[in-house]
């Protein structure tokens, strides 16, 4: 059964990677070129900010200019940062402007882990600055309360997570994959065993999700660059603008056949 031109829907997931996500901007760049358009989207970590903006209605430039200007160009926002006077949903409700969820244009979803539990938590109500922190929150942040839930970085268990966008209703999933070959949570166990060693979060492969529930996963290459890197950010986005340019011919037959059923 060929798929409605009208109800075919192309999803995107949007992985974790810290200071990387600038190759989501860049990726979503390549896209807004090409005129394909995304109707549902999730994300993990800074995947989840960047597509909560998304769905929000910002363009990759907008984005890009939101950043230089809340953490680049606000020194002084930064260094009250650095000294705990301002928290992580404080500095990313400067992204958000105090939005919710029902203010969003189109379907988003945010996910993070119940540390307590162990256990994976999709985000889709209420104050969208407390989903994105929570979605984020690894150490040395601390966890973020919800409903009575300490919420820890999506990253833990969801990496990219394509399976939401899947149960979102999409028709095509492309997902964004800044850590290519970083499919456990080991290294990021670690840490949140030594700032929360009352954690139930379970070593894990995190990546599954992301390549059983996708149509192409795009993977741009960082490696070199780092998750909390201060600098290489115009780097980092042309690095997702190529990587998206370069697959756009085969990521274009592919949507054209899932529509086409």
Known sequence: MKNDRNSFKIGLALGSGGAKGLAHLGA???FEEEGIAFDIIAGTSIGSIVGALYAKGYSSDDMRSLLRETVVGDVQT??????GTVSLT????????????SDLKKPFKAVAVD??????????????????????????????????????????????????VKEMG???????????????????????DEFCPDNNVPLSDRASKCYEHSDFVLEPNLEGFSSSALRGFDEMYEIGYSAAKEKMQEIKEIISNKRKG
């Open 78 to 83: 930064v260094l009250m940062f650095a000294l």
């Open 28 to 30: 979503l760049k390549a």
């Open 170 to 192: 999409a028709d095509c999933v492309i997902a964004i994959n800044l850590g290519k070959g970083r499919d456990t949570n080991q290294a990021i166990k670690r840490a949140l």
């Open 90 to 101: 404080d500095i990313i409700n400067k992204f958000t402007g105090g939005a919710h969820f």
């Open 115 to 164: 540390m307590d539990e162990g256990k994976e938590v999709v985000i889709d109500s209420g104050d969208l600055a407390v989903a994105l922190s929570a979605s984020s929150a690894v150490p040395p942040f601390p966890p973020i309360r919800v409903q009575g839930k300490r919420l820890v970085d999506g990253a833990f268990l969801n990496y990219v997570p394509s399976d939401v």
